[in-house]
């Protein structure tokens, strides 16, 4: 170990594998630890000025904020930029010779080390949109049971809500009592679901409303609290981008490139990065242009209709969640709200 200048650990819930390797990037160190207790004494005796490497993962943030608090520098790597360097078959011992070389690979950005706060608040992000998933099928296979007798309902949450009682307390549908009991459940459980979404809603709302960065977050239309509080709690510091539109790559809103010597080709959206934080702002864009007015004067709402115009709604849709993650790159890194009509210095700096 005093040769070692990186650590690479693998982690699992009680078995460690450690990898080490010298200035040079030979690797002059290798152990496999089978228990948290030994792993946490093994962090805690590691010299002054090793790095220590480990993956994206369950338990990752914690190590990481334990080694933090003793002094250690530490970088989460992300798993699936890791996956493309190792060598081999994956196990435990490849995947940490796998992170020692992506440590040294000097274009994979390292995931930010959460606050326990962020992580609470992820939380909440994760567990309502388990709900929300769990909802949307549970209304899915109502609506497709419900098809199998012939009854069709609409898409959507207002359908389901009036148009499965509706059917269950019409005596002349061609029911069998079994279907109606079955339906009678999923109902109830499609309605607690939807409660439970409300709860945790309201919680981020009142979270949204108490915290100066997210207000500022949310005066950018097509933002509102899930946004501000989701990309807050995922602590992107966004100082490490050189630029609003490497920002907007970070989660994969950008055409992907297919291009090889001087034939320059985009294609689709890249969809790279945060699906999660992706989806929310393309959804908070078709928001915005669900509400545009024909007869507006106003230039950003011009400027929307030509999108939908040229580019079609989910293309209008794309390029707005771009827009959008742009203006937020410079909110984070400044005390300034969204002003639609703003100075030529604000504009200026929300055009690079």
Excluded at 29 to 34: A, G, H, L, P, T
Excluded at 210 to 230: H, N, Q, S, Y
Aim: proline share 4%; with cysteine.
């Amino acid at each position: 170990m005093s040769a070692c200048t990186t650590v690479a650990v693998d982690l699992a819930k009680r078995v460690f594998q450690l990898a080490g390797e010298d200035a040079q990037g030979q690797v002059v160190f290798e152990q496999r630890i089978k228990s948290r207790e030994a792993f946490q004494a093994f962090l805690g005796a590691l010299p002054a000025g090793v790095m220590v490497l480990m993956e994206t993962g369950p338990g990752a943030q914690a190590w990481a904020r334990l080694l933090q608090a003793q002094g250690v520098r530490v970088r989460i790597l992300p798993a699936q930029r890791v996956a493309e360097h190792r060598s081999g078959a994956k196990n435990d011992r490849n995947d940490t010779l796998a992170i020692l070389r992506a440590g040294r690979d000097s274009s994979i950005a390292a995931v930010p080390v959460k606050s326990a706060a962020a992580l609470a608040m992820q939380a909440l992000h994760r567990a309502r949109q388990g709900y929300v998933r769990r909802r949307t099928a549970m209304g899915n296979q109502m609506r497709g049971l419900l098809l199998e007798h012939g009854i069709a309902l609409a898409q959507g949450e207002a359908a389901i809500a009036r148009g499965v009682p509706r059917v269950l307390e019409d005596a002349t549908q061609p029911l069998p009592d079994m279907l109606r009991e079955l339906l009678d459940e999923l109902l109830g459980e499609w309605l607690q679901l939807g409660a439970r979404i409300d709860v945790l809603t309201g919680r981020l709302e009142t979270h949204a409303r108490t915290d100066e960065t997210a207000k500022r977050l949310m005066t950018v239309r097509g933002v509102g609290p899930i946004i501000a509080t989701a990309l807050l709690a995922k602590q992107t510091e966004p100082e490490r981008f050189a630029n609003a539109r490497q920002f907007a790559a970070y989660f994969g809103v950008v055409p992907d490139q297919h291009s090889s010597g001087q034939k320059v080709q985009l294609g689709r959206m890249s969809k790279r990065g945060d699906a999660y934080l992706r989806s929310l702002m393309i959804q908070g864009a078709h928001a915005v242009l669900r509400q545009l007015q024909p007869d507006t004067e106003q230039p950003d709402d011009r400027r929307l209709q030509r999108w939908l115009q040229r580019l079609g709604r989910k293309g209008a849709a794309v390029r707005l969640a771009n827009r959008n993650l742009r203006i937020l790159w410079v909110l984070l890194q400044s005390e300034q709200t969204y002003r639609r009509q703003p100075n030529l210095d604000q504009e200026a700096a929300m055009s690079h």
